[in-house]
């Protein structure tokens, strides 16, 4: 069964440093979703992404983050300058734009030290 | 605006009864309803939709949940509960084209205790 996989699964970073996030949605699909889980908070949406541009974005999603899909397969979200409040767990989805069905990678757990 | 109440942080239950997993939600639109799991170091999986059609939607493993318009509620029912079913459920809103963002209630905690 097609899967979106995510890397690393764990990161562990300094405050002040860049990370990117990687995933690999489902390669027929066309919509590409990111969402965060600080611990003990609910999932929230961050950017959606379809036809290499940005679709929509949240609050959370300042100047310091960015999204790219930089060759076709890779959908990756990169925090420029981390802060502590950046821990969280980071969630990628795809789906194909016919169906509503979101389909989610396993996460990567971001901690700011 | 959008969003979703699940009344219980956590629920337990013993294998073979029955499982309630409580969901209101608030929209300004015609909303799509979702539940999705999520298992201990899974991912999120959807187990049932609601985009309109029938009101009782059924999913997988045996779930299902019920739209109820006047009760702005979508709770989520299993006849029977098996240990398999433990894990952190969420209730999902969006509005209802199909790729608009997710927003996700604060989840439920489910232990089934054999």
């Known amino acids: 069964e097609p899967e979106v996989t995510q890397t690393p699964s764990h990161q562990v970073t300094q405050m002040g440093q860049e990370v990117i996030l990687r995933c690999v949605p489902i390669?027929?699909?066309?919509?590409f979703y990111w969402y965060r889980q600080i611990l003990g908070q609910k999932v929230e949406f961050l950017v959606s992404?379809?036809?290499?541009?940005?679709?929509?974005k949240s609050e959370i999603f300042d100047d310091q983050f960015s999204v790219e899909r930089p060759d076709g397969s890779n959908f990756t979200l990169k925090i420029r300058s981390t802060k502590l409040e950046d821990s969280a767990m980071y969630f990628c989805?795809?789906?194909?734009?016919?169906?509503?069905?979101?389909?989610f990678g396993q996460g990567t757990r971001l901690t700011v030290v | 605006a959008q969003s979703v109440t699940q009344l219980d942080s956590h629920v337990s239950v013993s294998e073979g009864t029955p499982v309630l997993l409580r969901c209101n939600y608030s929209?300004?639109?015609?909303?799509?309803l979702f539940w999705y799991v999520q298992h201990p170091n899974k991912g999120l999986q959807l187990l049932l939709k609601?985009?309109?059609?029938?009101?009782l939607v059924k999913g997988i493993n045996g779930f299902e949940a019920e739209f109820k318009k006047s009760e702005t509620s979508f709770h989520l029912t299993k006849p029977s509960a098996h240990m398999s079913d433990a894990a952190e459920y969420f209730c999902?809103?969006?509005?209802?084209?199909?790729?608009?963002?997710?927003?996700f209630g604060t989840g439920t905690r489910l232990q089934v205790f054999p």
């Open positions: 390669s027929n699909h066309l919509y």
């Open positions: 992404f379809y036809n290499n541009e940005i679709s929509e």
């Open positions: 609601y985009t309109s059609a029938a009101t």
């Open positions: 989805a795809s789906l194909t734009g016919t169906s509503s069905e979101a389909f």
């Open positions: 929209s300004s639109y015609s909303p799509s």
């Open positions: 999902v809103v969006s509005r209802s084209y199909n790729t608009d963002k997710l927003i």
